[in-house]
């Protein structure tokens, strides 16, 4: 059925598209689409305004058909109830942080902070050494 639908909405929209480019400029915002053209006479005008209004109509109608089959088979559910999924640690060894005492948490990081500072860190680059 979605299938059906989804053809006859591609066929408007097709439709529509070649209906709103045969329709004759008004506003001549570019200086193109005046002249004489392919279809001059008023009576052809209203046809295709009507044939837009008529195909614009359709494509309305087969977007809400869309969009309610697409939901018909929808369940309501819930992330309340649902499982939480296993949270995987940390690939390496690294060294926890004890949790605040008497500040916050950017007091907890600014001793973080201070912990890796104080570690050995080498003065300068080194050449790489041949065994």
Not at 118 to 125: D, I
């Amino acid at each position: 059925m979605q299938t059906v639908v989804i053809v006859i909405h591609l066929m408007i929209v097709a439709t529509l598209i070649g209906a709103v480019l045969l329709q004759k400029s008004e506003g001549g915002g570019l200086g193109v689409g005046g002249g004489a053209g392919f279809m001059s006479s008023r009576g052809t005008a209203n046809l295709l305004t009507r044939t837009t209004a008529v195909l614009a109509v359709g494509f309305f109608v087969t977007s809400l058909l869309l969009s309610w089959l697409a939901s018909y088979d929808r369940k309501p559910s819930s992330i309340i109830n649902a499982n939480p999924a296993s949270q995987s640690q940390p690939a390496g060894p690294a060294t926890p942080i004890s949790p605040p005492t008497g500040g916050g948490i950017l007091d907890s990081l600014k001793k973080a902070d201070e912990k890796q500072q104080n570690q050995t860190v080498p003065a300068g680059p080194q050449a790489p050494r041949s065994q």
